[in-house]
Structure formats: C-alpha cells, structure tokens
C-alpha cells in the first residue's frame, strides 16, 4: 500500500504565500518524479509543476517564477513555496508520484487526495 498525503492549504490575501507539503508513505522501492497538480471549479486538473528523481523541474508558464518545487527524496518528502499568489491559483492541488512499489515491483501514479488553496481578499 502506497498512500500520499498533502497538507498546507489555506486561504491567504493576494499576494501571499503558501507552503504545499506531501509526503509519500508505505511500500516505496523508487520515486521516479514527484509533482504538483491543480484543479479549479469547471476546469480540467493541470500540472503546476514537477520534480525528478535527478533533480529535473518543470513548471507551467502561468506559476514561473512565483512557485518553487522542491524535495527531501531519503524522506519521500516534497515541497511547492507558492508566492505572490493570484485569484486564479484559486484550486484543489494535488500532489502526485510516479513511482515503483516494493511489493509487487509495479510503477504507477499515486494521487494525494487534495487540498484547497483559496486566495481572496
């Protein structure tokens, strides 16, 4: 059993910032890419932003330069420091592994079940 759990959702003022944590747990042989996903009322989930095993990050052009993915990999920790929040990154965020059990040996994608982020005055 693999189990992802986020916390750190909240409500902050326009430009604010939030910390997103996930930690991934149980029987983990391999992450292979650790990553942040978001998904907005009447909206498709989008990647915000990943990590890999390497090092490798990626973010979507809307969040550049505003939010910072980050990891603790001996952990099965990983981190996204979102600043100079924005009423559209209003959203349940999700984190998501891609990663290898020790159990059966299979690679998959595990899902966190969510966190709602809301930025409002």
């Known amino acids: 059993q693999v189990q992802l759990v986020e916390s750190g959702g909240g409500l902050v003022q326009p430009g604010g910032s939030l910390r997103l944590s996930c930690v991934a747990s149980?029987?983990?042989?391999?992450?292979?890419?650790m990553g942040w996903y978001r998904q907005a009322p009447g909206k498709q989930r989008e990647l915000v932003a990943v990590?890999?095993?390497?090092?490798?990050?990626n973010y979507a052009e809307s969040i550049k330069g505003r939010f910072t993915i980050s990891r603790d990999t001996p952990n099965n920790y990983w981190y996204l420091q979102m600043d100079s929040l924005k009423p559209e990154d209003t959203a349940v965020y999700y984190c998501?592994?891609?990663?290898?059990?020790?159990?059966?040996?299979?690679?998959?994608?595990?899902w966190g079940q969510g966190t709602q982020v809301t930025v409002s005055s």
């Open positions: 990590i890999s095993s390497g090092g490798t990050t």
């Open positions: 149980g029987s983990i042989a391999y992450l292979y890419s």
């Open positions: 998501g592994a891609d990663l290898r059990t020790s159990v059966s040996l299979r690679r998959s994608d595990y």
